[in-house]
């Protein structure tokens, strides 16, 4: 993985090998479909009280909805359903909650549930269509069967399940692919995340299961389904709860439970994507290389870490939430990624502090916070910040680690110039420091890419994982974790954005930013070796919208809504 990782960087002097020019002929859909499969129409609409975004932050704050079928409609229309349709000059695309990377959406996303009331009367196996908004039924399991697989979960949990169709990444970006499907993942769970929250539900991904299991799980695994259709490799499985109780410390599917569950008849045939192909062999490798085996190394067991210094910024952030302000409904619906920048607008350093507080994944008693309670590794994404205009806060280079343990490993690795100063003013027990007073809006853009987005807004950022360590800790398929968890960090900064944008009655986005030059990074910061590695960038200001695109609603109201 590490060879693939040098492999696929972006340099001044050539890009990742790519496919050079798009063809169009060939590009895929961005809708898998299951011909033959059960179509089961999910509603639109919200559920009444709508939660306020400040209050799905934190576990236990919204009371739980019971799971029937305008929750679960509630919950994929809020996750990885449609938020838009865009045309212009006769081309339209649509948009989706969860952004992607060159909107070409990779992520499938599987409901396993009980028998719900208007979805199904037997226990299921069913594929999410966001265009048409519906479940199709790909597989019935037995009440018995589902009863063992669900062993220890709770009371009425189902599970859900996302997959990556590479080909579709892979068309425009070759080799790189692979790393912004992962990121695409990452998002995808985050949005998972928040619309279970929504309803006041838990969720966490099962990390004890393999790859092979949840490929069994979902069907992917079943090749004469997919005879000339593109393959959807095995991301997660996770299991969420319709109540506010915290889940177990251990998420295991039994693997005869799931052998029992894969048996029997499927329903539907994959739609082939795309006319024709290129092979991209390095994604290929990729893959198998990070392949996930059963069980998990005791180093990753969950353990709820207590850091002092972190409850500290945990309870700030609990007294920072105040009545009022959008609804969580509301930002998830609305988020778009900023195309351009109006390198003006700056914001408060409360609002900015905020922010970052939202990125900390330690919490104090009560666990981690949404959404970093759906993942149990100790976090090893931190951020560099280039700072361009942040009221009361010098323009300059800024490091938030988002483990206070790291600061000083953090320290250690990056330039001996870089002052490392705590910020004067920022909340105690955030780790967050001031490393170097500069004007770094050139350099901002320059190192992603010449995006001049970068520059623009109010900061960028870099996204540095901890990289050669965990993944010899912990094994190679720790890889996609790294760019799930930094697609985590993208979609929190995208619903702050949103939400600050809300609260202010200003045009404040924040975009990913999947390109950029990954050594040129680390040398900026000092960075050597593999032990860091820069693993994606984002950039939040005043955005400027491009009013030469139509917007249509996502969906034919008429249809779905009851
Ligand atoms: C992993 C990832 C990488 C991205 N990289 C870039 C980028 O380098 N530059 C850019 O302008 N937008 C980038 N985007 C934004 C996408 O183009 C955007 O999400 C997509 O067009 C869908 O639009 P939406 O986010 O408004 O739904 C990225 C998004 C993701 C999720």
Redesign the pocket.
């Given at each position: 993985m590490l060879a693939y990782h040098d492999a696929t960087k972006h340099h001044p002097h050539g890009y990742a090998k790519g496919p050079g020019r798009l063809d169009w002929a060939t590009q895929p859909d961005p809708f898998r479909r299951y011909e033959g499969a059960a179509v089961v129409s999910l509603l639109l609409g919200g559920d009444e009280p709508e939660p306020l975004y400040d209050e799905i932050l934190s576990p236990g704050a919204v009371s739980p909805r019971p799971l029937n079928r305008r929750s679960i409609s509630a919950f994929f229309e809020c996750s990885l359903g449609l938020?838009a349709w865009k045309s212009y000059r006769g081309t339209s695309w649509s948009?989706?909650c969860n952004?992607?990377?060159?909107?070409l959406h990779p992520t499938e996303g599987y409901l396993l549930a009980g028998p719900i009331e208007g979805i199904g009367a037997t226990p299921a196996v069913y594929h999410y269509a966001p265009r048409e908004h519906a479940l199709e039924r790909r597989h019935e399991i037995g009440p018995a069967v589902w009863q063992r697989l669900m062993q220890g979960l709770g009371d009425s949990a189902f599970l859900v399940g996302l997959t990556s169709i590479y080909w579709r990444e892979a068309w425009k970006y070759g080799e790189r692919a692979f790393r912004?499907c992962q990121?695409?993942a990452g998002?995808a769970l985050a949005c998972l995340r928040f619309a279970a929250a929504m309803s006041g539900w838990r969720l966490r991904v099962i990390e004890e299961s393999g790859d092979a299991d949840i490929g069994r799980l979902l069907g992917v695994d079943r090749e004469g389904d997919y005879s000339d259709a593109e393959r959807e490799n095995p991301d997660l499985t996770a299991v969420v709860t319709p109540t506010d109780r915290p889940l177990p410390a251990t998420l295991t599917l039994d693997p005869d439970a799931i052998d029992a569950v894969a048996g029997g008849a499927w329903f539907g045939r994959a739609n082939p994507l795309s006319g024709g192909h290129v092979s991209w062999d390095l994604i290929d490798e990729a893959s198998e290389a990070t392949e996930k085996p059963r069980g998990l190394p005791m180093a990753m067991a969950w353990q709820p870490r207590k850091d002092r210094r972190s409850e500290v910024a945990s309870a700030h952030m609990e007294g920072e939430s105040h009545g009022g302000g959008p609804t969580a409904r509301q930002i998830v619906l609305q988020?778009?990624?900023g195309?351009d920048y109006d390198g003006e607008t700056a914001i408060t350093a409360p609002r900015f502090y905020g922010m970052l507080q939202r990125l900390m994944p330690i919490a104090a008693a009560s666990g981690r916070p949404v959404p970093w309670d759906a993942i149990s590794w100790p976090p090893t994404v931190h951020l560099f910040l280039f700072v361009h205009r942040v009221a009361d806060l010098p323009s300059g280079i800024y490091g938030l680690a988002r483990d206070a343990l790291k600061v000083e490993e953090l320290r250690a690795a990056t330039r001996k110039e870089f002052a490392w100063q705590p910020v004067k003013n920022s909340p105690a027990g955030l780790p967050f420091f001031m490393l170097m007073q500069t004007d770094c809006r050139h350099a901002a853009a320059r190192l992603?890419?010449g995006?001049e987005?970068a520059a623009d807004g109010a900061f960028s950022l870099a996204m540095i994982a901890e990289f050669e360590r965990p993944l010899r800790e912990y094994g190679p398929w720790f890889y996609r974790r790294l760019f799930w968890e930094a697609?985590m960090v993208?979609q929190v900064l995208?619903m702050e954005a949103e939400a600050l944008g809300a609260r202010c009655r200003a045009n404040i986005r924040g975009?990913?930013?999947?390109?950029y030059f990954d050594d040129w990074v680390h040398e900026t910061l000092g960075l050597e070796g593999h032990a860091f590695q820069d693993l994606?960038?984002f950039t939040v200001g005043g955005a400027v919208d491009d009013d030469r695109l139509t917007t249509l609603p996502p969906y034919d109201a008429a249809a779905t809504r009851t």
């Open positions: 938020t948009l989706r952004p992607s990377s060159g909107n912004y990121h695409d998002h988020r778009r990624s195309t992603s890419l995006q987005i697609g993208g995208y975009t990913g930013m999947g390109a994606y960038h």
